[in-house]
């Protein structure tokens, strides 16, 4: 079963809405409907039987007796969406009571872990003030962007001479979720300086994973232009 009783073909629906409305008719409390509520889809349903044999029936097959089956497909239809709404938000109601009534059990979302894997940090090229950067995966296939589960990466700096023991230290530089970006380093940044960049995978969920281990350039000289800001 890959969908509600409600949608398919006709023979499966009518024979659907029948099993459905046998179960509902006096097990209604377990399945967190009403008694009215029973009765009326009972209703909908003894038309639903009724016209769908006198539309399959060649002696009574009409376009009259055609339209009245299909109206009553989809009286049945809407009834029964409203009450698998009630159903599914009753939750004493098990995932086999479901599937007995030709209802799909609960989906089940299974969490996405926190990235586990460091990615590969490149440099490609730094241009003045402007770095050029590939983020990726490891493995060979991974060469153009994220690994799954990952939105995007984070990547930061540290000036220094050696990168710091505490990542607090670092500067957060943004959020990519493009392999290659740019990074554009101020004015305080001295010229020549020694500048390390690191970055970590960052799941849906805002986790982080194991950060990759830092990547050093120089910072060339001249000062950032205004339209380059």
Known sequence: MSRNFYF??????????????SLIATGFAS?????????????????????????IEPSTRTPVAVAAKNLALKNMRASAVQLSKIIYATNTVTD??????????RSTRTPIPAPTEAP???????????????????APDSK???????????????VGD????????????????????????????ASGATV????????????????CQAVPFTLQGGNVLPEAV
């Open 196 to 211: 390390w960049l690191t970055a970590c995978w960052v799941s849906g969920r805002g986790e982080s994973g194991p950060a």
């Open 8 to 21: 398919g073909k006709d023979a499966d629906v009518v024979a659907g809405s029948s099993n459905f409305a």
């Open 162 to 189: 050696a990168p710091p023991d505490d990542p607090r230290a670092y500067h957060f530089e943004g959020g990519t979720t493009r392999a290659i970006s740019k990074i554009l380093f101020p004015n305080t940044v």
């Open 120 to 138: 590969v940090l490149e440099v490609t090229s730094v241009v003045g003030r402007v770095v050029n950067i590939r983020v990726h995966g490891a």
């Open 96 to 105: 086999d009571m479901l599937i007995g009534l030709g209802l799909l059990p």
């Open 144 to 158: 153009r962007g994220k690994i799954p589960g990952a939105v995007q990466a984070n990547v930061y700096s540290f």
């Open 31 to 55: 399945y967190g409907l009403s008694s009215s509520q029973s009765t009326a889809f009972g209703l909908l349903d003894t038309a639903l039987q009724s016209a769908y044999s006198t539309s």
